[in-house]
């Protein structure tokens, strides 16, 4: 590991890992460019350079882009990234109290302590907790996605009926395309553009980013400017006692829940949100500006990348899109990720867990240094901001597949996004319920095949069971909860 | 119409068009071939889905009904929120990605164009603003292109 380090700190590998983060921060605070997408366009980039190169500018890009949407969560309320979804629950009630300087200190630093806390279990309990989630199979899959999915919707603001209309809604947009199971076309009623369905990128900022701009735009937003980090970034000493085990935990559902394939960042930053929710003393505070909110999520979402990488450089399996890309990184200079890698390239298999540290380190530097510049976009009049967001969300859009089928889609969602907003109905479910579609329905499908077709068998499963359990007790717990307090009401 | 039956009218028009997007589901899941080598098959998913959504839709439809009959009818006058501005940016991006689309226009031409519009439409309509706002046009629209042609790749419209 210190052999890792020492080539790290070559000055062309901390060269490129600082371009790599610097990259990633920009491209996550833009919304509608994504870290997946700039790393795969920076592949073809990484061919001719060593591995150890590669993989520093590729790590670099990944922490920096989960780190940077956390600016526009905040100010804008547009996720720069899937993963800062979350942190514009409170993030931006608190920019609009005109905290906008603390909500940002408090989500570099949780993600600062979310990346080193699970480096820890990346750099020393790698394998046996990559043994532990190994254990899991569909059943147990599927239960926490729809545990997740379940959450979302309690959490979200106003009516739990929309929450969940919102996340039906959702996975019912991702239904469209070619069934993976069967290779089959499912509901593109003869279509051939809809055969590959509504992508996610289009979906994502059509939704949240097109309809904000709608909005704003037609003045229905009251807020027309927020006030720029202008003094420093508020870091107190006491954070660590007020805001420590919700790091900690954070940093360990982000952990635990990165090692699942297929879950991610945002989902991380959902569970661990919902539970600092319901931890908390003052759970009805939360979505109107709560600082745990903003800590909870941003420190689960940087830990899920060292969670991610675990399974990845000891088993060679991907949780996301990344982490696909990252392997395809690998294999393109001859290297199998998996066991292996630890004996035939250690050079690379120890470099990638020094520069996720590395990486969070420079970030952290990077961002406190430079986001009152990169928060100055707020300061710009909002027609001028508006009119250039919408442009990247264009250029974003067409930019996955060079395809205008995606910029039309993204207009489309754009508008629903709106009209659901002006029925109350919550996006964030909307777009989760789309994200967790197709892995919901392939672990169900997966599960009822092993099991055939008997769904009595989720009895024998023990964290299936209890991810159930979570599921109907986070829906049950306001109505329990309430009824708990009426009657202590009335006893008093 | 006060601004709780509005809004009870709105949950309304919404709970039909849910009801409207399953049917469309149990359309589509109609077609599909019964399950074959699995347990479940294409179908089963949107049929459930679609079976939750009119659920959802008819409680939400349900409660909006029952609101609408207990809710006052007096006239009292909502102020609307004017919605012009983002009818109008709504059009001029739909036209901008049609001539990027359809009618082949230079990306940096069309970019400059929409931003000079766009900018207008939610800003101030002056020749001042439009001045500056297509040399903001040609800057974004230019910086764009060369790094999406000569880092990225990627040859936009």
């Known amino acids: 590991m210190i052999d890792a380090f020492i080539l790290l700190f070559q000055w062309q590998n901390l060269a490129f890992l600082v371009v790599g983060t610097g990259l990633g921060i920009v491209v996550g605070a833009i919304p509608g460019l994504t870290g997946s997408m700039l790393i795969a366009l920076t592949l ?132 469209p395309g070619i069934d993976s199971s069967i290779g089959q076309a499912r509901l593109t009623f003869g279509s051939s553009t809809m055969l590959s369905g509504f992508g996610l990128l289009p979906v994502l900022i059509g939704a949240f980013a097109i309809s904000q701009v709608l909005r704003d735009a037609s003045g229905t937003n009251s807020i027309d400017r927020i006030d720029v980090p202008k003094k420093r970034l508020p870091v107190y000493a006491s954070d660590i006692r007020v805001h420590g085990p919700n790091m900690l935990r954070s940093s360990i559902i982000g952990t635990w829940i990165g090692l699942l394939p297929g879950i991610g960042a945002n989902i991380a930053a959902l569970v661990s949100y919902s539970t600092a929710k319901q931890f908390s003393k003052e759970p009805e505070k939360f979505g109107t500006g709560h600082e745990p909110g903003v800590v909870a999520g941003e420190t689960a979402n940087n830990a899920s990348i060292g969670g991610a990488l675990i399974p990845l450089i000891t088993m060679g399996i991907p949780g996301s899109v990344t982490e696909a890309i990252l392997i395809g990184a690998l294999t393109i200079h001859n290297l199998q990720p998996g066991p292996l890698l630890f004996q035939n390239a250690p050079e690379v298999a120890y470099g990638i867990i020094a520069a996720y540290l590395v990486a969070n380190i420079i970030m952290l530097v990077m961002m406190w240094g430079a986001v009152r510049w990169i928060a100055k976009v707020v300061q710009i009049p909002r027609s001028v901001l508006l009119s250039v967001i919408l442009v990247f969300c264009v250029v974003g859009s067409y930019a996955v597949n060079s395809s205008f089928a995606d910029v039309w889609v993204m207009i489309a969602f754009g508008v629903i996004g709106l009209g659901l907003e002006a029925v109350k109905v919550p996006l964030g479910p909307f777009v989760i319920g789309f994200v967790l579609s197709p892995i919901a329905e392939e672990q169900l499908r997966a599960s009822l095949m092993m099991s055939d077709g008997n769904v009595a068998e989720i009895l024998g499963r023990p964290y299936a069971l209890m991810f159930l359990a979570l599921s109907i007790l986070t829906v049950a717990w306001p109505y329990i909860a309430t009824r708990m307090s009426n009657r202590i009401k009335k006893e008093a | 119409m006060t601004p709780q039956r509005r809004e009870a009218f709105a949950d309304l028009v919404f709970a039909g068009l849910v009801i409207g997007a399953a049917m469309i589901l149990f359309i589509g899941a109609a077609d599909l071939p019964p399950p074959r080598f699995e347990p479940m098959g294409s179908a089963a998913v949107p049929k459930i889905l679609g079976t939750i959504m009119v659920l959802l839709a008819l409680a939400i439809g349900g409660r909006a009904i029952l609101k609408l009959r207990v809710l006052p009818t007096d006239a009292q006058i909502v102020q609307m929120v004017p919605f012009w501005r983002g009818g109008a940016v709504i059009v001029s991006l739909v036209l901008y990605v049609a001539a990027l689309d359809f009618g082949r226009v230079p990306f940096v031409l069309a970019t400059t164009i929409f931003i000079t519009a766009a900018g207008m439409i939610m800003g101030k309509i002056s020749p001042k603003s439009a001045g500056l706002f297509a040399v903001l046009g040609i800057c974004v629209s230019t910086l764009i292109y060369f790094v999406f042609t000569h880092f990225l790749f990627i040859q936009i419209g």
Do not use: N
């Open chain 1, 44 to 175: 073809p980039l990484t061919f001719h350079m060593d591995p150890v190169s590669a993989v520093t500018l590729l790590i670099g890009e990944y922490v920096g882009a989960i780190s940077g949407g956390l600016i526009t969560a905040i100010l804008l309320r547009m996720p720069g990234t899937p993963a800062s979804i979350v942190t514009t629950f409170d993030g931006y009630p608190m920019a609009q109290s005109d905290r906008a300087e603390r909500a940002i200190a408090l989500g570099i630093f949780a993600s600062v302590v979310g990346g080193v806390i699970s480096w820890m279990f990346l750099a020393g309990m790698s394998p046996s907790l990559a043994k532990f989630a190994l254990q899991f199979g569909p059943w147990e899959y599927f239960t926490l996605v729809m545990m997740a999915l379940v959450m979302l919707a309690v959490l979200a603001q106003g009516s739990l009926l929309k929450g969940l209309l919102a996340a039906a809604l959702g996975m019912a947009f991702a239904l």
